[in-house]
């Protein structure tokens, strides 16, 4: 005899009510705090991510700490649910990057791509493994191996951040120059790099060691998403998306982007890649498809800019606490770390441009847009956190350099491209960009 099976019960009033409350505070201040990091000249991201911080334990939890253990408690399922939802909005957000990427650029400048990434992965992550042997103890965590410990370091010190690259050249409006799509393949490229060292470190870090068949499969696992992606998937999201666009479905061609790119990002998370890669790549294809009308995803765009990306940059400062930065000791050393990460990514970077032939402006703006770390360095961290590596303190510090590189990167890109002139193929992808963004062409794009 069949028996059903017992409905799972929906989730709490009490859980409802404190998760509704976090997205409304963390969306509202994100949005006033954002506006007032552009009136600064400086994108939004930095005010996003500083919202989350204001109410984490830097600085809520310790003035109101009743309030701020209400409205975030330290409860992993509470926490899980706000997590989720910001997942949700930089997986979006990733896809909308891939689909700004002009993949005739990239194959024309592929080389020119590479050598850049690849200077700008070996100098900081051979730095980052060198301070990681200098690091005291006190920011490991207790019987953490120190070369793992090293490694994880100089991993953390080489990635960029998609995401908030992405934001940042869009926020300029430099997503369309020639720079700017130099600064997204670099930054993919290193991302795709840096994830499959995260997954070496992690290997070694939970088998105490690292074999020729950990390092095997994770170069396994990139092949075949690549080999899909320029074959099967290809194919399929073109006819997917071209048949969604046909139909005159009102909002059908908006579900079909936002479940292919769902999919892919999980698809890629199953190979314990990272899911925003796979976001990625998914948006490269739908950008690049023959017959595919991109204008009609505007309004998705226009609700992951505004909504749903703030909340993930929100709930990324919230895991924030500088307050474990006080010790005048812990202070030099995050400096130290500070100073490295900077240095190692943007000379990198620099001189992959000049080993490029580009010219100095170029390159400086090459150092400057990849040397943002923002969010997938918080990420990075936290999964320091979870394989037994970092200290709260280290944790942190690694944080600290996510904010601090997203907020030196717009600055230093104004000055280094308002020396850089405008090409009539950028007019052309200007116009191109601005027709997915549904927002009209500025006089002047630098700024």
Known sequence: MMFAAAAVPPIAHHE??????QVGVLLLLAMLLGRVAERLGMPAIVGELSAGVLLGPSLMSNIFPDLGGWLFPQDPAQMHLLDALGQLGVILLVGFTGMHLDLKLVRRQGSRAATVSAAGLILPLGLGVWLGFLLPGSLREDGADQAVFACFVGVAMC??????????????????????????????IDDAVGWVLVSLVAAMATASGLSGGDVATALGHLAIVLLVMVTVGRVVVR??????????????PIVTAVVLTILSAAGTHALELEAVFGAFLCGILIGSAKDVDVRPLEPLNTTVVTVLAP?????????????????????????????VAVVGKFLGAFVGGMFSKMTK???????????????????????GVRLGLLSVEMYSIIVL???????????????????????????????????????????????
């Open 401 to 447: 350099v996510a904010v601090l590189t997203s907020v030196m990167a717009p600055p230093l890109l104004r000055l280094a491209m308002s020396r850089v002139e405008h090409t009539a193929e950028e007019d052309l992808r200007e116009r191109r960009v601005l027709d997915l963004m549904g927002a009209p062409a500025d006089k002047d794009t630098t700024t």
């Open 16 to 21: 409802l009510l404190v998760l509704l409350t």
């Open 239 to 252: 006819m997917v998306m071209q048949a969604a666009i046909r139909s005159g479905v009102r909002g059908l």
């Open 311 to 339: 909340i993930f940059f929100a709930t990324a400062g919230l895991r924030m606490d500088l307050t474990a930065l006080g010790d005048p000791e812990i202070a030099l050393w995050a400096l130290a770390v500070v100073t």
């Open 361 to 383: 402006w170029e390159s400086l703006a090459l150092g400057a847009g990849m040397n943002a770390r923002g969010v997938i360095e918080v990420i990075i961290a936290m999964i």
């Open 159 to 188: 990635v960029s951040a998609i995401p908030v690259i992405a934001r940042t050249l869009m926020d300029l409006k430099l997503i369309h120059r020639n720079i700017g799509q130099m600064i997204l393949v670099a930054g993919t």
